[in-house]
């Protein structure tokens, strides 16, 4: 999945995303997604607190009222943190977007970081 795809999802199709725990809300090691890496959330890890300190940065509170700087946030975040998940990122996340905003650039110096050798 782009960051262009995610960002035109409906909140519901978004929620559907998180629920059923697919990239980029898929689990990293310890058993928490991005949202779950959020001291918002009750039971957030405790284990990477990089990762902590990275996702408390955006505002996040419910999925379905989520913006798409937040879920572009969150997409930066699960690229940025690849090596705690044991699933590789998708091929196609890591395509460069052509669609983004002049406010993007930090997302696409991000997956450009991510690219794997």
Partial sequence: ?????????????????WSCAKFPFDMAVCGKC???????YESHCSEHQDF??????????DLTRTTPNVLEEMFALRLLFAHLYKIPVPADALEEETDLS???TEITETMEAAKLP
């Fill in 1 to 17: 999945m782009r960051l262009s795809e995610l960002k035109a999802m409906s909140p519901s199709e978004v929620r559907t995303l």
């Fill in 34 to 40: 991005i949202s779950m890496h959020h001291r918002g």
């Fill in 52 to 61: 902590l300190r990275e996702a408390e940065r955006f505002e996040f509170d």
């Fill in 102 to 104: 002049p406010e993007g």
